[in-house]
């Protein structure tokens, strides 16, 4: 069983950065791609982005891409969102979830979810 545990949410202004992480409790949990979705106030989960094995392959969500970079150490078991240039609509929980997919977008087949992390920005 995978455990994974987000951290670096927080308050910021718009046009602030954030770097989020999501650290995994299994040594094994580098065998995994890792995606990052996020729940706005009110709306539904929603993709943001998705890093592959080897971290030779990341997709973003259009609302996301050129400000939102994922980027993985797999010697740390961690996978990090580095959000830059935020948006009042960025608020929300962000999760990060693992699992072998074969749409990163669809949340129903990753098979690990963190607990999230709440990220507001404030403008």
């Known amino acids: 069983q995978v455990q994974l545990v987000e951290s670096g949410g927080g308050l910021v202004q718009a046009g602030g950065s954030l770097r989020l992480s999501c650290a995994a409790s299994d040594r094994t949990s580098h065998m995994y791609p890792v995606g990052w979705f996020r729940q706005p106030p009110g709306k539904e989960r929603e993709f943001v982005a998705h890093?592959?094995?080897?971290?030779?392959?990341?997709i973003y969500a259009d609302s996301v891409k050129g400000r939102f970079t994922i980027s993985r150490d797999n010697a740390k078991n961690t996978v990090y969102l580095q959000m830059n240039s935020l948006k009042a609509e960025d608020t929300a929980v962000y999760y990060c979830a693992a699992g072998v997919v074969v749409r990163p977008g669809k949340e129903d087949e990753y098979d690990y979810w963190g607990q999230g992390t709440q990220v507001t920005v404030s403008s």
């Open positions: 890093i592959s094995l080897s971290a030779s392959s990341a």
